[in-house]
């Protein structure tokens, strides 16, 4: 089983910054594809940004690319997304997720461990 713990969330302003992060147990870290997904409260998991095991690959929603950037520290076990230029319809929960293949994919249903989530909300 891993485990995973989402960090970093709170209150911004509009156009401000943060950083989440997502802290996994595991030996095996370096050879899970990571994702970031996020939720607003009566709305779909939606996909934001994913990773694969190197981080040499990454993709995002067209919604945050250019504004969010993912990343991952193997040697950590973590994984981040600084998130800048901040909208208020980014405010939502924020999930980091683990898929077992280490493949780039952006399908909730992919991916196989899931963190409690975060918090953002952004203030206009």
């Known amino acids: 089983q891993v485990q995973l713990v989402e960090s970093g969330g709170g209150l911004a302003q509009a156009g401000g910054s943060l950083r989440l992060s997502c802290a996994a147990s595991?030996?095996?870290?370096?050879?899970?594809?990571m994702g970031w997904f996020r939720q607003a409260p009566g709305e779909e998991r939606e996909f934001v940004a994913v990773?694969?095991?190197?981080?040499?690959?990454?993709r995002y929603a067209d919604s945050v690319k250019g504004r969010f950037t993912i990343s991952r520290d193997n040697a950590k076990n973590t994984v981040y997304l600084q998130m800048s230029s901040l909208k208020p319809e980014d405010t939502a929960v924020y999930y980091c997720?683990?898929?077992?293949?280490?493949?780039?994919?952006?399908?909730?249903?992919?991916?196989?461990?899931w963190g409690q989530g975060t918090q953002v909300t952004v203030s206009s």
């Open positions: 997720a683990a898929e077992v293949s280490g493949v780039l994919t952006t399908t909730p249903n992919n991916y196989d461990y």
């Open positions: 595991g030996r095996t870290f370096s050879s899970y594809g």
């Open positions: 990773i694969t095991r190197s981080g040499a690959l990454r």
